[in-house]
């Protein structure tokens, strides 16, 4: 656990679209029920294999295997924010509605609001300065700038809840830093890992938010185990050293013994196809020196078979997912199947899920064996019994994988997000 920090307060121009942003590290205090697990945290590549192999194997439940009991784990941590508004938002806009955006595993709070492209593929632009929304992304708990610790015990979905949970509070109750604003209307946008922690956050607060929405989510988990089989899982801090670890170029000289320039470095490392091994290491940022224990997939290929479906993405923006990738902790990984099945929520709810979806869908969002059922995720709406049939609608992107950000059409998915709330008086 991270001790509490200053508060960091940081005021962007936003990208061309001229939204205002306020980049911040908030303290928050949390407690939550964490699982106790008999397992030793991976310390090297090969033993992330045997995780991963222990994880997948069919009839066995191996959560339940290493289930030792259960703590309360508690702390104040620091979590990095954007919030965003409306370039046109004024003092005449009273009380409008925020969407608190949570990134699935692999990412970070940047999955919203891309810059690739003159932020062509930012959700966070097309929310804000397209349907006048202010936004909250969030790096979650244990990931990005965000605290990092303990990688067992420690962050797991329930403590990360408790951060979504504070948050949203915030928001609600007018005492976020650096936002001079209460929120009447509050809706909450998950992608995957996060639509799972927003799932089972308006379980347990139905009234916390007044609309949901879940994109790459499902409640078929029956695919999971492709995902977790072909991330291929590496020690983070040995994939990318320069940028997931601590090492710098310095210390590869250094180990080098000579006086040589970390270009030559990288351009050596290069020659034998280490790309991912030399990310970072003419980068001016700080290293997040992950410990073992949070895990990322291998290579490029396995982000591909992940995340994008072929011919329909800009390769370069492949590039990026790969060199600003994030990992996941075993301990997110043995509570990733944690929601409740039955949802207390009653509020509307949106499904948007890829076609093509991997670990939510098998690859075939629509392969279903059920001919009266349109698609997979659509069988979800038996797990929301409070919500009226019209407030539920599962909506299938065409032409995009379990990434749905990261696919030419993804503004056409923003569009769909926007219009349902806007439908709900949200």
């Known amino acids: 656990m991270f001790p509490k920090s200053a508060l960091a ?31 030793t945290v991976p310390q090297t590549n090969l033993d992330a294999t045997t995780f991963a192999q222990n994880q997948t194997q069919q009839g066995r439940n191996f959560t339940e295997t290493v289930l030792s009991g259960y703590a309360t784990t508690a702390g104040t941590y620091d979590i990095s924010t954007q919030f965003c508004m409306p370039s046109s938002m004024n003092a005449t806009m009273t009380k409008p509605t925020v969407q608190i955006l949570t990134h699935g595993i692999g990412f970070d709070k940047t999955y919203w609001d891309l810059s690739y492209d003159n932020f062509n593929y930012s959700y966070v632009d097309v929310a804000t300065d397209v349907y006048k929304y202010c936004t909250l992304s969030y790096d979650r708990l244990g990931i990005g700038n965000s605290s990092h610790g303990e990688p067992v015990d420690e962050i797991q979905a329930s403590l990360e809840m408790a951060a979504l949970f504070e948050l949203t509070m915030m928001l609600r109750n007018g005492t976020f830093p650096g936002v001079k604003q209460t929120f009447g209307k509050v809706t909450h946008v998950g992608h995957s890992f996060g639509s799972a922690q927003t ?59 000579t006086n040589i320039s ?40 396995a982000n591909q078979y992940l995340f994008f479906l072929p011919g ?23 509570t990733l199947g944690s929601p409740p099945m039955m949802n207390a929520f009653a509020g509307p709810v949106l499904i948007v899920t890829g076609s093509n979806d991997l670990p939510y869908c098998g690859g075939n969002c629509f392969a279903t064996g059920n001919a009266s059922l349109p698609s997979i995720p659509a069988a979800a709406a038996m797990n929301f019994p409070m919500v009226p049939s019209g407030d539920f609608t599962a909506y299938i992107q065409p032409n995009s994988g379990h990434g749905i950000n990261l696919h030419y059409n993804a503004t056409g998915a923003y569009d769909v997000i926007q219009t349902f709330l806007q439908s709900k008086g949200l």
């Open 262 to 301: 970390s270009s030559t470095v990288e351009s050596v490392l290069k020659m034998y196809s280490l790309t991912d091994y030399v990310v970072g290491l003419n980068s001016s940022s700080p290293s997040l020196n992950y410990p073992a224990g949070y895990l990322t997939n291998a290579n490029i290929g």
């Open 199 to 257: 799932y089972a956050l308006v379980n347990m607060y139905p009234t916390i938010s007044d609309g949901i929405v879940l994109t790459g989510f499902s409640m078929n988990a029956s695919f999971v185990s492709y995902f977790e089989a072909g991330s291929n899982f590496e020690q983070a801090y040995l994939n990318q050293p320069f940028r997931l670890g601590n090492v710098s170029s310095s210390a590869v000289e250094s180990v080098l013994n």
């Open 312 to 334: 329909f993405f800009d390769p370069g923006l492949l590039l990026v997912a790969e060199n600003t990738k994030q990992p996941v902790t075993v301990g997110e990984l043995l």
């Open 9 to 39: 307060v940081v005021v962007l121009a936003g990208s061309a679209a001229a939204k205002t942003c306020i980049n911040m590290t908030v303290p928050v205090t949390i407690s939550a029920r964490t699982a106790v697990f008999n397992i």
